[in-house]
């Protein structure tokens, strides 16, 4: 499962790197990599609680709320 997630979290920021060699594309991929590392963040904090089923659900939620919160931060 941790490694499922990690390999996403690197998926969802390399294509947030191919869309800066658009200049057109610059917003967009500040915006991918404000959410991506908003995800990442919160999905290590989230893996720090709860230990079994109860860490998992943890990861998951600390990966929706920092997309969330990382997406509303750079006003995407």
Same mark, same amino acid.
């Given at each position: 499962?941790?490694?499922?997630?990690?390999?996403?979290?690197?998926?969802?920021?390399?294509?947030?790197?191919?869309?800066?060699?658009?200049?057109?594309?610059?917003?967009?991929?500040?915006?991918?990599? =404000? *959410? !991506?590392? $908003?995800? @990442?963040? /919160?999905?290590?904090? %989230? +893996?720090?609680?709860?230990?079994?089923?109860?860490?998992?659900? =943890? *990861? !998951?939620? $600390?990966? @929706?709320? /920092?997309?969330?919160? %990382? +997406?509303?931060?750079?006003?995407?």
């Amino acid at each position: 499962m941790k490694r499922a997630m990690a390999l996403s979290c690197v998926a969802v920021m390399l294509s947030g790197l191919a869309a800066c060699t658009d200049p057109a594309g610059q917003r967009e991929a500040e915006c991918v990599a =404000a *959410t !991506a590392g $908003g995800a @990442a963040l /919160g999905g290590l904090v %989230g +893996n720090q609680i709860g230990a079994g089923t109860g860490n998992t659900l =943890a *990861t !998951a939620a $600390g990966v @929706a709320a /920092g997309a969330v919160i %990382g +997406n509303t931060a750079a006003n995407c």
